[in-house]
């Protein structure tokens, strides 16, 4: 069974960079086929699709946040990560990671760790 596990920094100052990494067991990242997706939900609002990665190190990113967002990974230690550059306090939200690509798509979920842009 995959289990995904988010960590990183859970406060961030506006005009910083937030960076998370998802640790992936149970399933390889480079499996083929597979789509590793970032997603957010910012309080009271629905979730939002940030982007992913494929299998084969291809990333693909919402239009919105495609100028802010990138998504990389760690092949060796079965990890990817997401940086959001320029973050503003509408940022604050639980980030998730998942696989699958797309809200319709994401099957499996990590447990979302929760970031605040504050100063």
């Known amino acids: 069974q995959v289990q995904l596990q988010e960590s990183g920094s859970g406060l961030v100052k506006p005009s910083q960079t937030l960076s998370l990494t998802c640790t992936v067991s149970g399933d390889s990242i480079t499996t083929k086929g597979g789509f590793w997706s970032w997603i957010r939900q910012p309080p009271g609002k629905g979730l939002e699709w940030m982007g992913a990665?494929?299998?084969?190190?291809?990333?693909y990113y919402s239009p919105s946040l495609k100028s802010r967002t990138s998504i990389s990974r760690d092949t060796s230690k079965n990890q990817f990560t997401l940086q959001l550059s320029s973050v503003t306090p509408e940022d604050t939200a639980v980030y998730y990671c998942a696989r699958g690509n797309g809200l319709a798509g994401a099957r499996d979920w990590g447990q979302g760790t929760q970031v605040t842009v504050s100063s």
């Open positions: 990665i494929n299998y084969s190190g291809s990333t």
